[in-house]
């Protein structure tokens, strides 16, 4: 099956530090993938939307400037928390389509990011 | 733009009581689909439903969509302590990645 390969899986960074997290379609390629943030006990928050090529769609609240999204090839996306700050420390996910399924076919997640900012 | 909500947000119930969780949406649906996520996990797929009064069962899952394909619901029958996880919809009404929406999800908690 469809894997999505996440990492790293912790990190711990400095306040002020930038954090890169990587998301890879081990076994597809990726036209689209998705990021997440999850807090504890709460439930996924879509942040963007990568696409290989273009620029990431950005949810609404999310600073595109703080959380750098590059999805340089069909399967690598990277997500980069500049001038991480302690409320930054949350759990980031990702999520992938296969290029050859519609846009409505199921989505394969990584299996997140812990991130903790000292 | 679309709306979605999905209800309770959190759920409690005894081992054995059945459980369910409601995904509503504002605009017709293309499909849904139901993932699940354990505690420290990460989101694993369970169903997709298309076509509308859509009945799908997985052993003590039931997944329904509405004949208007603008809500669907997952009932468990007789929960069980493997159960317990946030339980959360994908909503697709068409148009390319534009047309994706998320449910904020439903933490189930089972006592024993």
């Known amino acids: 099956g469809a894997v999505v390969s996440q990492h790293p899986s912790r990190v711990i960074c400095k306040s002020g530090t930038s954090v890169k997290i990587e998301c890879r379609s081990l076994?597809?390629?990726?036209?689209?993938m998705f990021w997440y943030r999850q807090f504890p006990k709460q439930s996924l928050m879509l942040m963007a939307t990568?696409?290989?090529?273009?620029?990431?769609?950005?949810e609404q609240g999310v600073e595109k400037d703080k959380f750098l999204i590059n999805h340089a090839s069909l399967t690598l996306s990277t997500l980069t928390v500049t001038s991480a700050h302690p409320e930054d420390s949350s759990f980031y996910i990702c999520?992938?389509?296969?290029?050859?399924?519609?846009?409505?076919?199921?989505?394969?997640f990584g299996n997140g990011t812990r991130l903790t900012v000292t | 733009g679309q709306q979605v909500m999905q209800i309770p947000q959190y759920q409690h119930v005894q081992e054995g009581e059945d459980f369910t969780t409601y995904c509503n949406s504002s605009?017709?649906?293309?499909?849904i689909q139901w993932y699940k996520q354990r505690p420290g996990g990460h989101p694993v797929f369970l169903i997709q439903l298309v076509k509308s009064g859509e009945v799908k069962k997985q052993k003590r899952l039931t997944f329904q969509f509405g004949e208007a394909k603008k809500n669907s619901s997952l009932h468990i029958t007789a929960t069980q302590t493997t159960d317990v996880g946030t339980y959360f919809c994908v909503m697709y009404s068409g148009g390319g990645a534009d047309g994706l929406t998320f449910g904020k999800g439903t933490h189930l908690i089972i006592h024993p």
């Open positions: 999520s992938a389509r296969d290029r050859g399924t519609k846009f409505d076919s199921p989505l394969h």
């Open positions: 990568s696409n290989e090529g273009s620029k990431a769609t950005y």
């Open positions: 076994d597809f390629q990726a036209t689209t």
């Open positions: 605009t017709t649906l293309s499909n």
